[in-house]
């Protein structure tokens, strides 16, 4: 079992940067990727990035890419989501999710994902 908690959501401007932080527990050494993820109100849930847990390689939506940045400290068993020049369509709940099937790239499909968190509010107003 995995556990997962997100963390560092809520309120920020157009143009701003929020960070935030999904905090792993339990079987880490099962990981293969971590994802993140968000839903809007009324929207499917979508691939926002994922990066390999004992890896570099990462992924990005378009829609985020070149503004946001995961990474991860597996010292610490923390992933992040760095998202800056944030635009109100960001505007979202996001889940941090652990994917503990080996695959060659970090995949953009919810259904790879084995945990989730429950989840941070992330709001960006215009």
Same mark, same amino acid.
């Given at each position: 079992?995995v556990?997962l908690?997100?963390?560092?959501?809520?309120l920020?401007?157009?143009g701003? &940067?929020?960070?935030?932080s999904?905090e792993v527990?339990?079987r880490? &050494?099962?990981?293969y990727?971590?994802?993140?993820?968000r839903?809007?109100?009324g929207?499917?849930r979508?691939?926002?990035?994922?990066?390999f847990?004992s890896?570099i390689?990462?992924?990005y939506?378009d829609?985020?890419k070149?503004r946001f940045?995961?990474?991860?400290?597996n010292?610490?068993n923390?992933v992040?989501l760095?998202?800056?020049?944030?635009k109100?369509?960001d505007t979202?709940?996001?889940?941090?999710?652990a994917d503990?099937?080996?695959t060659?790239?970090?995949g953009?499909?919810?259904?790879n994902?084995n945990?989730?968190?429950?989840g941070t509010q992330?709001?960006?107003s215009?």
């Amino acid at each position: 079992q995995v556990q997962l908690v997100e963390s560092g959501g809520g309120l920020a401007q157009a143009g701003g &940067s929020l960070r935030l932080s999904c905090e792993v527990s339990g079987r880490t &050494s099962s990981i293969y990727v971590m994802g993140w993820f968000r839903q809007a109100p009324g929207k499917e849930r979508e691939f926002v990035a994922a990066i390999f847990w004992s890896g570099i390689i990462t992924n990005y939506a378009d829609s985020v890419k070149g503004r946001f940045t995961i990474s991860r400290n597996n010292a610490k068993n923390m992933v992040y989501l760095q998202m800056n020049s944030l635009k109100p369509e960001d505007t979202a709940h996001y889940y941090c999710a652990a994917d503990i099937s080996s695959t060659v790239v970090p995949g953009r499909q919810a259904y790879n994902y084995n945990y989730w968190g429950q989840g941070t509010q992330v709001t960006v107003s215009s």
